[in-house]
């Protein structure tokens, strides 16, 4: 696959969803968990949503219990916890696997074409994020522990890019 938009997933309402209906928009796709120690992170990618949502970048948050446990909820929990903690209005979709032979496969497709340190595929805990083109290709891979607000200066770049 050349880009990201031949992939449907599910919403955190359990609905397919293509992300063919973000072309043309830059994204942020970016495994989380609620009972996280960067959790708080929630508060900078909803403050990078809020900040260029009108300029076309989407944030995608795909909830993960794969690292810790620390995503143990059902799909409406996580939704009503990062709504009421976090005021989270950009897209979350149902929560999935990022390693694995379970992972889903737009993460698979993510890792691949962005590998970790070393060159690694895993992911290796929650909040790992993936930037992407108006393309559809992916931009960059950034660690869990990068806040999100140093994002900004490539969101600028690529937001740029027509």
Known sequence: MSDIYQFSVLNIRGESVSLEQ????????????????????????????????????????????????????????????????????????????????TAEPLFQYLKAKAPGFLGSQSIKWNFCKFLIGRDGTVHRRYAPFVPPSTLSKDIERLLARS
Do not use: H, M
């Open 22 to 101: 973000f072309r043309g928009k830059v994204l942020i796709v970016v495994n989380t968990a609620s009972r996280c120690g960067f959790t708080p992170q929630y508060r900078g990618l909803e403050a990078l949503y809020q900040t260029y949502k009108s300029r076309g970048l989407e944030i995608l948050g795909f909830p993960c219990n794969q690292f810790g446990q620390q995503e143990p909820g059902s799909n409406r929990e996580i939704a009503d916890f990062c709504e009421a903690n976090y005021g989270v209005s950009f897209p979350l979709f149902a929560k999935v696997d990022v390693n694995g032979a």
